[in-house]
């Protein structure tokens, strides 16, 4: 589902939050150095794609995203995984780099 509300959405992302039927979202390469806190109004969001980014952490709040099944958070800073990921229905969590 695309949201059409999202069409200018460009780099403000604080704009993600009115899309509430999205279910897939690619931030990569945008040199984001957190998760950006729209994405949690995101109830729909199956598959997120963050890699190359400057992610330190993924938040323990992550499983608000109770329906995400991809995960890709790869070439990022990240030191370690929340225990909170568990908790998701991922079917694809890439992390490497």
Do not use: K
Not at 9 to 17: F, P, Y
Not at 41 to 57: D, F, H, S, T
Not at 62 to 87: E, F, G, K, T, W
């Amino acid at each position: 589902m695309v949201c059409a509300g999202c069409a200018g959405l460009g780099r403000d992302l604080a704009a993600l939050g009115a899309c509430t039927a999205l279910e897939s979202l690619l931030l990569n390469h945008y040199r984001l150095p957190a998760f950006p806190a729209a994405l949690w109004q995101l109830p729909r969001l199956r598959v997120l794609g963050l890699c190359n980014n400057a992610l330190q952490e993924i938040p323990a709040t992550v499983s608000q995203l109770s329906s995400l099944d991809s995960l890709d958070v790869r070439n990022n800073d990240l030191r370690a995984l929340p225990y909170q990921l568990a908790l998701l229905p991922l079917r694809s969590l890439l992390v490497r780099g």
